[in-house]
């Protein structure tokens, strides 16, 4: 996984190292696990660190690309799994309440009125289509990322550990053409099936993403850009808090496709803003192992998920909480005699 | 996994594939998640099935075979461990507290007096040293593995899920020793270092293996005769209690290399009995990736854990919550109109 790298992480390090062995259990059979608490010592900056305050944002929008036919289910779905994030019946809702996750839902700009109980961070009533236009003006990819790093800094108050997921009726489309812009990556190589696109779905969809890119020619060296013609408002959002959160030593976990493209942005943007990321798993969707590859992340779980939401990030943080615990509240063996 | 193949498996996995495609998600997109629910309600035979009681059973014993040098640490940890299991200060103890997991530890033939708050199971104190004579005569296999079934039942009436562990100083031996009776497989390709051994180690245990193997020439055909020569009084009991808890619908999760060596044992005393099992993780332990390749077993964990313990089973168990939880209580379509 990338180290965390502020001034005191190696100290740090060390210092949960040497406690892990004094702990009753073989010196490294805890495996993952101990790595994980390492690095989340070495994110928040103390040897015996807490986890106890844990949350997680649901980041939604609208995207104009799906009036292109990129998607399996029509854009009237983001809405109405708006509602069911603030009624509490998503998958994510449930995943919260087992692992004791506050679940907290932003809207980015999703077509729809205002949902209550649900944060307003919207920029507008979903992009444009990206296969025809800039999704967005850069002004509002400016805007957005300025709202994930506002959210960022409320939530350094109240959480621990956060985790990062999203809902978009179409947003595999955008964050698969980040991915092309970013890397170079073949549309028809890495366009998966989204939430089910048969297989000419797919096809159509890695050619609306080649349009756009011959359209856009995105210029690497102006992410801002890139993001504007090619992304989403969840997605510029999320990039938003993760530089936010990276500069304030909060741990990130990032979900799924979606949130690993927004990592992709940040990290173009800000190279140190994934220091405090964990990423959840590899999900099923085809071009999320080249991301996580080009980011140099372990995924912890591989569960063939491909939901987003937050749900792998939700399983995750479990897991991140699991290895704090054990590291915490272990005996030594001199506890023992 | 081992299809769960009772008389109303199918018809049951079948309802539950029907209900995930009506909840609010695109269908498959929970990934092995929904698997791990469809197989869950066919162990249990009941197409809305609820997982709440959850108990976790460590089974400890000693091993006459330390006495070749083939552990990284003497057999008094045993008794010490088991100690630590009472008092709740082992990693199990914090992995079942914050999954809300009941622990319970099994003497099932530690060599130390019996410890107030663990069950009693004791065979004797401690196999023989199986490079030299059987570890247990057969009587004694027999016990075990009667105690096995004993525990399953009484395990029935309280949970509706477990997971089985073990401790026990020296018992990688043994069960790499099953592995390679039960499957031709070479001491000096699948031995392991087990808590830490160094290579100089690991070849004097695969030496140790290999005398037993040619002393005792065990014949495949008669199971027990097997499981006595080269066996644990824990790996024993674990094999009865597969069995039993397979009789009786109780999903069993099993976590690592030791268990799973149980597993082996079980299926060969009975075909069926490993039909209510799931398998928690892949060990770092290296002969575990074999045995889950006989069993035809796909863990669901991969954190490089080679602790024991049940460790790795209490985070399968809480994954496997989870997906019940998702399946449950999660709203339709038309929950939202």
């Known amino acids: 996984m990338p180290a965390a790298h502020f001034p005191d992480s190696q100290d740090i390090q060390q210092q949960v190292k040497d406690r892990w062995n004094f702990l009753t259990k073989p010196p490294g059979s805890l495996g993952k696990l101990e790595e994980l608490t390492a690095r989340y010592a070495a994110i928040r900056g103390c040897a015996f660190p807490e986890l106890k305050r844990k949350g997680l944002y649901i980041f939604c929008a609208d995207h104009g690309v799906t009036v292109e036919g990129v998607s399996a289910y029509p854009s009237s779905i983001t809405a109405l799994m708006v509602r069911n994030f603030a009624r509490g019946g998503a998958a994510i809702n449930v995943l919260c309440r087992q692992f004791s996750i506050e679940a907290i839902v932003v809207d980015c ?77 073949d549309p028809l190589v890495v366009a998966g099936p989204g939430a089910g696109l048969d297989a000419a779905g797919v096809e159509r969809k890695a050619r609306v993403i080649e349009r756009a890119l011959r359209l856009h020619n995105p210029d690497r060296g102006d992410v801002i850009n890139v993001l504007a013609a090619l ?19 909060l741990p990130v976990v990032v979900d799924g496709f979606i949130a690993t493209s927004a990592a992709m942005i940040a990290r173009a943007l800000s190279s140190d803003s994934i220091a405090t990321a964990f990423f959840a798993h590899c999900s099923a969707e085809r071009g999320h192992r080249i991301m996580l590859e080009q980011l140099r992340a372990e995924p912890l779980l591989d569960l063939e998920m491909r939901l987003g939401e ?28």
């Open 109 to 185: 700009g999703v077509n729809a009125p205002p949902e209550p109980g649900v944060i307003d961070r919207r920029i507008g009533s979903g992009t444009r289509n990206l296969a025809c236009e800039p999704a967005m003006p850069r002004i509002e990819a400016e805007l957005a990322i300025a709202n994930g790093l506002g959210l960022a800094e409320e939530a350094v108050e109240r959480f621990d550990i956060v985790g990062i997921g999203e809902m978009g009726i179409g947003n595999t489309t955008p964050a698969t053409a980040l991915l092309c812009a970013l890397t170079d990556a």
């Open 310 to 337: 937050g749900s792998a990030a939700a399983i995750a943080i479990a897991i991140i909480e699991a290895s704090v615990r054990l590291y915490r509240e272990m005996a030594t063996f001199s506890d023992l005699g």
């Open 231 to 249: 992304g989403g408002y969840e997605i510029a959002t999320m990039a938003g808090f993760l530089i936010g959160a990276s500069r304030r030593r």
